[in-house]
């Protein structure tokens, strides 16, 4: 079954710091693979996402994420984080079911706080 | 992308009450999702509302207790209902791509009492 794991609950970084967060996928086939954001009291909007080709994908906000198909990981980062980067960052793939119903199997969020 | 709304941002209701909740698409979307999102936790699908058929839910969801109506490509509507305070939860609506990538709405933010 198609499961997506991101091993860190919660991170704190520095402002001005880099910032990488882990993602792990369990999926069958070439997976499209997704980073949200969501920030305090906010919807969740849309990082970036991979669906083939470049393995390096670059997204808004200044993130990037890599797609390691031999290590069935999708990290995001960013090079230097700001103050405004506090949030909640869910990772995940997409997964086809019979019907053509198209949904998404989600991580459980990896919490990050920035210290000034 | 989309631009999503959805009504109303918020409410409190009373326990054995109903809450319908609306979402409203910019343009016309086939696929929708409805979530359920816990404080502090990640995104739990409810069901899939695409246009012209019936909602297929998950696993711990029933038609009795959210039952979905879909009436056009722009619109739908979650309804809460026989509320308990376990109901009290974040619900999100999105709209979904053929790339399977999602847009999602601000939420409604519920609380039961």
């Known amino acids: 079954a198609q499961s997506v794991t991101q091993p860190d609950i919660h991170i704190t970084v520095s402002e001005g710091a880099s910032l990488e967060l882990r993602c792990n996928y369990s999926?069958?086939?070439?997976?499209?693979l997704f980073w949200y954001v969501q920030s305090p009291g906010q919807g969740l909007q849309l990082l970036l996402k991979y669906f083939s080709g470049d393995t390096l994908v670059q997204g808004i906000k200044g993130f990037e994420a890599e797609f390691k198909r031999s290590q069935s990981s999708f990290n995001l980062r960013k090079p230097s984080v700001h103050w405004s980067d506090a949030a909640e960052y869910f990772c995940a793939v997409g997964a086809w079911e019979a019907g053509n119903n198209r949904k998404l199997i989600w991580g459980l969020g990896t919490s990050l706080a920035v210290n000034p | 992308s989309a631009v999503i709304s959805q009504k109303p941002s918020r409410d409190i209701c009373q326990r054995g009450t109903s809450l319908t909740i609306q979402c409203q698409v910019d343009?016309?979307?086939?696929?929708m999702f409805w979530y359920r999102q816990q404080p502090g936790q990640s995104l739990t699908l409810i069901a899939t509302?695409?246009?012209?058929?019936?909602?297929?839910?998950e696993s711990g969801f029933v038609i009795d207790k959210f039952p979905i109506s879909r009436p056009n490509l722009t619109f739908s509507t979650l309804t809460v209902s026989n509320m308990s305070p376990e109901d009290s939860s974040i619900y999100l609506c999105s709209v979904g791509r053929m790339g399977y990538e999602q847009y999602f709405g601000p939420g409604t933010r519920l609380t039961v009492t």
């Open positions: 509302a695409n246009q012209g058929s019936e909602a297929t839910y």
């Open positions: 343009s016309q979307v086939t696929m």
């Open positions: 999926y069958g086939a070439t997976p499209y």
